[in-house]
């Protein structure tokens, strides 16, 4: 599997890199503590803690490799370079859902800082594909599993 870009700002990126830190320096400390712990209880064919701390430790490595790769392949985005002439990976958009009148404001990101909740999606989700190339003023066509959202593109901003 080829492994892609992945468009971080300097916050995620940060972010990431102290992630990445605590999960090797702290974490599988702990884990591997739990996992010795769990050892001294004897015979671990029926030893269910020893289970668990195995199963987490095996999702921390793949998270840790995860992050690793994502971090490998990042693409810092440069606030100075985003233009507010289109709607590219770093813009904050206003959009107006043309069906229910209502404005929205998103902060275009790569999908390792995509955050719905704090209006952070993806470039490669449907509304940040839809967006990337507008202009203000242009009506873009979402395609959802309901159907078709319409916006309007009402602001583009750093």
Do not use: C, H
Request: a negative charge; hydrophobic letters at 35%; aromatic letters at 4%.
């Amino acid at each position: 599997m080829t492994e892609k870009d992945v468009f971080l700002t300097p916050e995620g990126l940060a972010k990431l890199e102290l992630e990445l830190e605590e999960a090797k320096l702290v974490k599988r400390k702990e884990v591997a503590e739990r996992i010795k712990q769990a050892l001294d209880f004897g015979d671990i064919s029926e030893n269910s803690e020893y289970d668990q701390a195995k199963n987490e430790q095996g999702k921390l490595e793949e998270r840790i490799a995860k992050l690793e790769a994502i971090l490998r392949n990042a693409k810092l985005i440069d606030e100075d370079e985003i233009t507010t002439e289109v709607v590219s990976v770093g813009s904050k958009v206003t959009v107006l859902d043309l069906e229910y009148d209502e404005e929205s404001e998103y902060t275009i990101v790569g999908s390792a800082e995509a955050n719905p909740y704090e209006g952070k999606i993806s470039n490669e989700s449907p509304v940040g594909k839809a967006l990337l190339g507008s202009k203000a003023g242009t009506v873009v066509d979402v395609n959802v599993p309901d159907g078709v959202i319409k916006y309007k593109v009402q602001r583009i901003a750093r």
